[in-house]
């Protein structure tokens, strides 16, 4: 069964970082693209970033371009989201997804269970 | 990239068919073929229900539909059910290389 968990979520400033982990398992984690989709508090889906299953091909929301780092440790099956120079705008609960199938790109599933960022003062 | 715009909400009787719209343009819904849409129930991470505009993944009902005319997709949903209550999301591939999310749709059964 593939699971995926997050973590690394929490409170942080304005200004700040934070990086989010998605641990992955039940799946061949190097074979997939992997992304991160945010949704704020009560507001829709936001795609933020994507990686490619060998890692070297990253993807950005123009939002988050220059401020986010995707990466991943296919010897960890653990994908990353560093977060820098946070914003309130960033407040949102962050899932990590998974492609549905290896060589495509942007059919995500599954979902994890997703991680709360909060940016406050 | 400017989201896709879906209706705020939708309404259905048990049995019913509905349909919901995701207008985009031709950077996006209207050049690809790359349209996927989301059923997510309240707390729960969002759920694939169809990809490339029509294909269903498996265990998915063949109640969900999808379809495509120029800048437009829409999902059908028929012979409603109460379970389908949801928010539903559309999504397309966009000429930056990336993905945008429709403002979601609300169903109400």
């Known amino acids: 069964e593939v699971q995926l968990l997050e973590s690394g979520g929490g409170l942080v400033q304005p200004g700040g970082s934070l990086r989010l982990s998605c641990a992955a398992s039940g799946f061949t984690f190097s074979s997939y693209a992997m992304s991160w989709v945010r949704q704020a508090p009560g507001k829709g889906l936001e795609w933020v970033s994507g990686i490619r299953g060998g890692g070297t091909t990253t993807y950005y929301a123009d939002s988050v371009k220059g401020r986010f780092t995707i990466s991943r440790d296919n010897s960890k099956n653990t994908l990353y989201l560093q977060m820098n120079s946070l914003r309130a705008e960033d407040t949102a609960v962050y899932f990590c997804?998974?492609?549905?199938?290896?060589?495509?790109?942007?059919?995500?599933?599954?979902w994890g269970q997703g991680t709360l960022v909060t940016v406050s003062s | 990239q400017s989201a896709l715009t879906q209706p705020a909400s939708v309404s259905g009787s048990p049995g019913q068919s509905i349909t919901i719209s995701c207008t985009g343009t031709?950077?996006?819904?209207?050049?690809?073929?790359?349209v996927s849409w989301y059923q997510q129930h309240p707390g729960i991470a969002p759920k694939l229900m169809i990809y490339d505009v029509t294909d269903r993944p498996s265990g998915v009902s063949n109640r969900f539909s999808g379809s495509k005319s120029g800048n437009t997709a829409s999902l059908t949903i028929s012979g409603l059910q109460a379970e389908d209550e949801a928010d539903y999301y559309c999504s397309s591939y966009t000429s930056s290389n990336t993905w945008v999310f429709g403002g979601g749709t609300k169903l109400t059964v």
């Open positions: 997804a998974k492609d549905l199938y290896t060589n495509t790109w942007g059919w995500f599933d599954p």
């Open positions: 031709s950077s996006d819904v209207g050049g690809y073929n790359y």
